[in-house]
Structures are given as C-alpha cells and as structure tokens.
Nanobody
Framework: QVQLVESGGGSVQAGGSLRLSCVASGNIFSINAMGWYRQAPGKQRELVATLTSEGDINYGVSVKGRFTISRDNALNTTYLQMNDLKPEDTAVYYC???????????????WGQGTHVTVSS
C-alpha cells in the first residue's frame, strides 16, 4: 500500500557530508511523522531523527549538531543532511513514516529497505 524509497547513501571519508532522501508513495491519505533510523553491524537499530507534520523534531544524541532532518510535505519526501561524518556513523539508514492510508484511513508504520552509509577514517 505504501512504499518508502531511500537514496543518497554511499561512501565518504570522515569529516565529509552526505544527503539522504526518502520518498513515500502509494495509497497515502496523510503522513504524520517521518524519520530516519540506522543499524550498524552487530548493533540494534537506533533513532537518528524524526520530524512530525507539526514540525516537532527529535534527534538521536550522537547526531545532534551534525545532522539535520527536513521534509517536503507536498512531495511526501524527507531529507537527512549529514555533516561532519564519523566512522561510527557507518550503518544502514532506514526511512520510516507513520501513514494513514486511503480509503480505509487506517494508520500504520512503514519502513524503507535501507541505504548504506560507510564512513572511512
């Protein structure tokens, strides 16, 4: 019903920047929060950043001051600008969204397939 597609991952040296994008498509009536999570090898998935439709933002502690989340509601798209990247930012980054679908108006959480980010020292 709803698909999330991430793009923008890749390899970068420490101190570099990357910008991730995530587009939601399908039977979308409305989107509440959109956000990013990441999972490094051997670790649990963790919060990177979320942004609600009201503009409330929440960042993971390890990325505050370096990452910026934004969204274009008209395009059902969220972005993650990642600056001053560190080797410990290496992970698979997943897009997530809380979506009310049409025509049922049922709310659900949806996830993308993930995009790899590798930061070398």
């Amino acid at each position: 019903q709803v698909q999330l597609v991430e793009s923008g991952g890749g390899s970068v040296q420490a101190g570099g920047s990357l910008r991730l994008s995530c587009v939601a498509s399908g039977n979308i009536f409305s989107i509440n929060a959109m956000g990013w999570y990441r999972q490094a090898p051997g670790k649990q998935r963790e919060l990177v950043a979320t942004l609600t439709s009201e503009g409330d933002i929440n960042y993971g502690v390890s990325v505050k001051g370096r990452f910026t989340i934004s969204r274009d509601n008209a395009l059902n798209t969220t972005y993650l600008q990642m600056n001053d990247l560190k080797p410990e930012d290496t992970a698979v980054y997943y897009c997530a969204a809380g979506v009310m679908v049409t025509p049922t108006k049922i709310y659900g959480d949806y996830w993308g397939q993930g995009t790899h980010v590798t930061v070398s020292s």
